[in-house]
């Protein structure tokens, strides 16, 4: 299948690693412009890179910025002013206990997995508009539905993407721009990786083992039994991209394994 994404331009946040540079892979193999975004200088050129080579002749851009605070963001926008496609995926993970979770650690997730979209979004949605056509993803998580006591707040952002994504989408009905929210479940990206890795070198395990308990104990509602791989989430990224997925907006698309227990 076509995608239609060639000579479109693409933002895809936190991208130096995980479902983001697996996303703007996807995005360069269609013939997108892809840009790719970090926070430093170093994880971003590595990132380009790794595309690159990845993509023999893909148009491949990076910048450097933290889009989890408003600095960032300005710096990212007065660097690319307009984009066709941007894909909200950076994102910031950790398990806490609720009663530890302070003041500022609520602002910090909120400001981060939250706002970053809201900014970048609010900036890039007027020329969308009047270009006719633009695609604006929210990368989620299925923990937006099912909160995890693990960490509160973590759920808590991802929910609230959800409420932007369906609320912007409404706001441009009949413009040619779609909104829409994906929303992964447990997947091996660099974060997931390094954390189960730790968990595996402190309990004496192997990696093997702690995917299993993971899947038995912590999310025993998984169909597919495994953590996903970053390419698999990626393909529906690119896919609600696409010049053929017009007809889907204001849409939360679980690539969740089956962990949600809904038939819709």
Request: glycine content about 10%; proline content about 3%.
């Amino acid at each position: 299948m076509d995608l239609g994404l060639r000579a479109k331009l693409a933002l895809v946040t936190g991208s130096t690693a995980g479902i983001g540079l697996a996303s703007a892979e996807q995005l360069a193999r269609e013939g997108a412009s892809v840009i790719v975004n970090g926070r430093t200088p170093a994880r971003v050129e590595a990132a380009i890179a790794t595309l690159r080579a990845a993509v023999p002749g893909g148009d491949i851009q990076g910048i450097a910025a933290d889009v989890a605070t408003a600095a960032g963001c300005k710096h990212v926008t007065e660097s690319f002013p307009e984009v066709d496609i941007l894909v909200n995926n950076m994102g910031i993970f950790e398990p806490k206990p609720f009663t530890e979770i302070s003041d500022t650690d609520w602002l910090r997730f909120f400001e981060a997995n939250v706002l970053s979209g809201v900014r970048l979004a609010r900036h890039y949605v007027g020329a969308m508009q009047a270009r006719g056509w633009g695609r604006i993803v929210f990368v989620s998580s299925e923990s937006g539905l099912q909160i995890p006591a693990e960490m509160v707040h973590y759920g808590m952002t991802k929910t609230a993407q959800l409420a932007v994504a369906r609320g912007l989408a409404e706001s441009l009905a009949g413009t040619g721009v779609t909104v829409n929210s994906v929303l992964p479940g447990p997947t091996a990206s660099e974060g997931v990786e390094r954390f189960v890795a730790q968990l595996a070198a402190s309990t004496g395990q192997d990696v093997a083992s702690i995917e299993r308990e993971f899947f038995t104990t912590a999310r025993p509602s998984s169909i597919i039994r495994r953590f996903a791989r970053t390419e698999e989430v990626a393909a529906l990224i690119a896919y609600v991209c696409s010049v053929q997925a017009s007809a889907t907006t204001g849409a939360a698309l679980r690539v969740d394994g089956g962990v949600v227990r809904s038939i819709a």
